[in-house]
């Protein structure tokens, strides 16, 4: 009758090993595919965003109705190179000292230089033109605008220099 107990006993103890083998080994697969599936996807993901670029064109003053009007403002064509769109969030200028200096931007201006329809977001499929015009009116000497975007975290960086 000992001989029994201990059959069973040892039964049982090779059941549960068993059991734990084939969990410890699923749990091992599972934590393998995680893996590999999160490689795939970040592999996917950095070549989809492999194709976004914005590309500026020199900041320059526009033609204006009056003649003394276009020193407070500035434009430049923004080129989305990318298949997706890009949404641009804001845009901040700073003068040499790096105080920011208050501005409107828009891509749409009156004969005068007004921004028109300033929401401060603006959608871009493929290219437009940007213009930004400073709030107290003064002239643009040497100016750095730092242009947010949905693309990356990085800022695009413009300089201009009258």
């Known amino acids: 009758m000992d001989c029994e107990i201990i059959k069973d006993f040892l039964s049982d103890i ?4 068993i059991a734990t083998l084939i969990a410890t080994v ?3 697969i599972a934590a393998a595919s995680a ?3 999160y490689r795939l996807s970040k592999r996917i993901y950095d070549e989809i965003k ?3 670029a914005l590309v500026a064109s020199k900041l320059q003053h526009p033609n204006l109705q009056e003649y003394d009007h276009y020193k407070s403002v500035l434009y430049f064509t923004l ?4 298949h997706r769109k ?3 969030t804001s845009i901040k200028a700073f003068d040499r000292k790096n105080n920011e200096i208050e501005i409107k931007w828009s891509s749409s201006i009156d004969s005068l230089g007004n921004i028109k329809n300033s929401t401060g977001l603006l959608g871009l499929k493929d290219s437009t033109e940007i213009f930004i015009r400073r709030n107290d009116g003064e002239s643009y000497f040497i100016t750095t605008f730092h242009i947010k975007h949905s693309f990356d975290e990085t800022e695009l960086v413009l300089d201009y220099s009258s």
């Open 14 to 17: 090779s059941k549960v090993n």
């Open 26 to 28: 699923s749990a091992v």
């Open 35 to 37: 893996f590999f599936s």
């Open 50 to 52: 492999s194709d976004e």
């Open 79 to 82: 080129l989305n190179k990318s």
């Open 86 to 88: 890009v949404t641009i």
